[in-house]
């Protein structure tokens, strides 16, 4: 791990839950996040306002828990985007990614009538009673039009490599025909974004979307931004990220966030570190045992297997320590959650 992860620097760390909220999730940070979504969908659309919605999409049963994005918008032209933060790698993630865009974009057919309220509210700029908005309604629809969706795009920050996707930072899907690339429904946009891949320095970047991705990445190892970030959306990044800028509410959220953020990433390396060195070790010696070239693969792939399982306990028993849920442990370590109970018991 490289020890810049563990530095403080005069600036929040985006890749932390509400370090990524106070740069983007705020009303005064709407500007900030507006440019963003532009540079972000260049040639494709453009935004000129948003407004934040409840982020919890509430459940149907007393089952089903819910689901809670970082940021949920719609734009004045009735777009729904979904923007989520992801630090590190989970089991099931892209299968979790269409889940949030299925439950928004069903959500659009079921509360209809908010939808369209919503809608209005932000094309007009006032807010409307229920009883304005149902004098201003259509009486009758046909059948059909209940059925026009909005748009929704998924734009998903992953400061993690995902093995679905291609080794590249940026990964774009639509819904299409398999053979000729053709978009079928433009109503369903995601955009993966996996920070890992992006490689540039700052003297290469020479857009200003290139230039917020960079910025994302490592302004939180800064004491100051760099000269060659010259733009206004810098300088008011610059206002909004500083650490003491932070009200003492959101300082001491922070601080704690800061502190799981830098175990957690402790733990994970030092338990992947140790499972690597056993496995090696292990395969080194069955692969000895039964012949220098056969034994010692197989020696390695059964060692590194154990040593992983090893990891993933280790990693287990540290969130447990930090007080995360057993649905939250089995989400980052792969484990179901009765593996996590019995290994967090033992």
């Known amino acids: 791990m490289d020890n810049m992860d563990l530095t403080c620097g005069h600036f929040v760390n985006p890749f932390t839950d509400i370090g990524f909220k106070i740069i983007f999730g705020q009303p005064a940070s709407k500007e900030l996040l507006i440019t963003l979504l532009n540079e972000l969908l260049?040639?494709?659309?453009?935004?000129?306002?948003?407004?934040?919605?409840?982020?919890?999409?509430?459940?149907?049963?007393?089952?089903?828990?819910?689901?809670?994005?970082?940021?949920?918008?719609?734009t004045d032209t009735g777009e729904y985007i979904i923007v989520e933060m992801q630090n590190r790698f989970h089991s099931s993630f892209l299968d979790r990614t269409l889940f949030y865009m299925c439950r928004a974009i069903g959500r659009q057919v079921e509360n209809l009538r908010e939808k369209r309220r919503k809608e209005r509210e932000l094309q007009t700029g006032k807010p409307e009673t229920e009883e304005d908005f149902l004098l201003s309604e259509p009486m009758q629809e046909n059948y059909g039009s209940r059925y026009k969706l909005s748009t929704v795009y998924g734009?998903?920050?992953?400061?993690?490599?995902?093995?679905?996707?291609?080794?590249?930072?940026?990964?774009?899907?639509?819904?299409?025909?398999?053979?000729?690339?053709?978009?079928?429904?433009?109503?369903?946009?995601?955009?993966?974004?996996?920070?890992?891949?992006?490689?540039?320095?700052?003297?290469?970047?020479?857009?200003?979307?290139?230039?917020?991705?960079?910025?994302?990445?490592?302004?939180?190892?800064?004491?100051?931004?760099?000269?060659?970030?010259?733009?206004q959306v810098f300088s008011r990044l610059e206002e909004l990220a500083a650490v003491a800028n932070l009200s003492l509410e959101d300082r001491i959220a922070y601080d704690k966030a800061l502190d799981r953020y830098r175990v957690s990433r402790i733990v994970e390396e030092d338990a992947r570190e140790a499972g690597w060195k056993k496995g090696l070790a292990e395969g080194r010696v069955e692969g000895r045992a039964e012949g220098r070239a056969e034994g010692r693969a197989e020696g390695r792939a059964e060692g590194l297997a154990e040593?992983?399982?090893?990891?993933?306990?280790?990693?287990?028993?540290?969130?447990?320590?930090?007080?995360?849920?057993?649905?939250?442990?089995?989400?980052?370590?792969?484990?179901?959650?009765?593996?996590v109970e019995s290994t967090v018991n033992n």
């Open 42 to 74: 260049a040639g494709e659309h453009r935004i000129e306002n948003l407004i934040f919605l409840d982020k919890e999409n509430h459940s149907d049963s007393m089952a089903d828990a819910g689901i809670i994005y970082d940021l949920y918008c719609l």
């Open 155 to 231: 734009i998903f920050l992953m400061n993690f490599r995902e093995p679905g996707l291609e080794e590249k930072f940026r990964t774009d899907t639509v819904i299409a025909d398999r053979e000729s690339g053709k978009v079928v429904n433009p109503h369903f946009r995601q955009i993966f974004l996996q920070f890992p891949y992006f490689t540039k320095e700052l003297k290469d970047c020479e857009t200003l979307y290139d230039k917020l991705i960079y910025t994302l990445k490592n302004m939180q190892h800064w004491n100051r931004m760099p000269d060659a970030l010259k733009e």
């Open 307 to 339: 040593g992983q399982a090893k990891e993933k306990v280790a990693i287990a028993r540290n969130l447990k320590s930090l007080g995360l849920s057993t649905a939250q442990i089995a989400q980052a370590t792969g484990l179901t959650e009765e593996e």
